[in-house]
């Protein structure tokens, strides 16, 4: 079981088991243990509304208990809290798999979509620094700027023949 805190400070108890993938599949028709082709873990790595959708549906029973609804819980969730909810979910989910073989194809899996992701926000930090999308802006406004003066004149100086 692992723990995280939301941004109200409150602090979850994540465990994935039989009955936690069970009710996963019910209310949001997930399949975690798809997880292992990698195709539902990019998903769920770049789609923050799904991973909070995901972990609620883990923590329902935790959630019902202390009177705390899918839309409170969402509202407490944002920026760091959603990183750590999704770590305890990462960890808890490569534990749940029994075969070692399975678990370590997970472990490369995440490996490989954590390279990705980091690959992903260097060339736009990148692409940021190096003020190639100020020029394309630049470039975009001046010939913005240069069609308008170009349109034909008003019908009323156009002679009519």
Not at 89 to 96: I, Q, V
Not at 104 to 120: F, P, T, Y
């Amino acid at each position: 079981m692992r723990t995280f805190k939301d941004n109200q400070g409150r602090e979850w108890n994540l465990a994935i088991n039989v009955d936690a993938v069970k009710r996963v599949r019910s209310l949001l028709d997930v399949n975690l243990l798809d997880v292992t082709d990698g195709k539902l873990l990019e998903r769920i790595a770049s789609d923050e509304v799904l991973m909070v959708d995901l972990v609620y549906a883990l923590l329902k029973p935790e959630a019902d208990s202390r009177d705390i609804s899918d839309e409170d819980f969402g509202r407490a969730m944002a920026g760091d809290a959603i990183d750590r909810a999704y770590e305890a979910f990462l960890e808890e989910l490569t534990d749940f798999f029994r075969n070692p073989a399975r678990r370590e194809l997970l472990k490369k899996a995440l490996k490989k979509l954590g390279d990705l992701e980091a690959k992903v926000l260097a060339v736009a930090q990148e692409r940021l620094e190096s003020g190639e999308l100020e020029a394309k802006l630049e470039e975009a406004l001046r010939t913005s700027g240069s069609s308008s003066g170009s349109s034909p004149g008003s019908s009323a100086s156009t002679p009519v023949p």
